[in-house]
């Protein structure tokens, strides 16, 4: 059972846009930034999201980060079928001391 | 060129022990806080340890604690988790990450993985 919760997956067709939700609480994602990564198949995971809604260098602004008080949002446009890939939110725990991370979406492409 | 490179992995029998080491290469090592992040077989991310860029500042999973110890040699590039007490539920690839920055604010770096089988 993760600290924070993603729904298991999520599907859209190429070209359309999908968000996918990551629901915390006041220890986690109410008082700590929120970084989403991607995980390709067979791949190590790669930061897409940091600080809520920032991006790193390199990343297409096709993928965007958004918090609402307990809840964070990964939103994708322009879906490609390479974007097919599991999806994690992670942040600090002040309660814990310690990171957490959601269960993980898996992203399918129509 | 950012490189983590994880090494130490293998078969183990439970109870007994394990060292990784991740050699760090192409960005200035002691400048970041680094942690270590385990994946079981068809699972989800799980945080094991993190530790600041001068060691002042340590954090472990409480699945972990106790059993685990993560360390740094700035001079060497290289971080360590050093794994005693091995038990099944620690079977996992394990990843060594460079914080963005701070002591968690993402990471932006992951290596490869080591991967960790504890069984009899």
């Known amino acids: 059972q993760s600290v924070l919760t993603q729904p298991p997956s999520v599907s859209a067709a190429p070209g359309q846009k999908v968000t996918i939700s990551c629901s915390g609480s006041?220890?986690?994602?109410?008082?700590?930034?929120v970084s989403w990564y991607q995980q390709l198949p067979g791949t190590a995971p790669k930061l897409l999201i940091y600080d809520n809604d920032k991006r790193p260098s390199g990343i297409p602004d096709r993928f965007s980060g958004s918090k609402s008080g307990t809840s964070a949002t990964l939103g994708i446009t322009g879906l490609q079928t390479g974007d097919e890939a599991d999806y994690y939110c992670?942040?600090?725990?002040?309660?814990?001391?310690?990171?957490?991370f959601g269960g993980g979406t898996k992203l399918t492409v129509l | 060129e950012v490189q983590l490179v994880e090494s130490g992995g293998g078969l183990v029998q439970p109870g007994r022990s394990l060292r990784l080491s991740c050699a760090a290469s192409?960005?200035?090592?002691?400048?970041?806080?680094m942690h270590w992040v385990r994946q079981a077989p068809g699972k989800g991310l799980e945080w094991v340890s993190g530790i600041s860029w001068n060691s002042g500042t340590i954090g472990y999973a409480d699945s972990v604690k106790g059993r685990f110890t993560i360390s740094r040699d700035n001079a060497k590039n290289s971080l360590y988790l050093q794994m005693n007490s091995l038990r099944a539920e620690d079977t996992a690839l394990y990843y060594c990450?460079?914080?963005?920055?701070?002591?968690?604010?993402?990471?932006?770096?992951w290596g490869q993985g080591t991967l960790v089988t504890v069984s009899s």
């Open positions: 192409g960005f200035t090592f002691d400048d970041y806080a």
């Open positions: 992670g942040t600090w725990d002040s309660s814990l001391s310690a990171v957490v």
């Open positions: 006041s220890s986690n994602i109410g008082n700590n930034y």
């Open positions: 990450a460079k914080a963005y920055y701070d002591f968690w604010s993402g990471s932006d770096y």
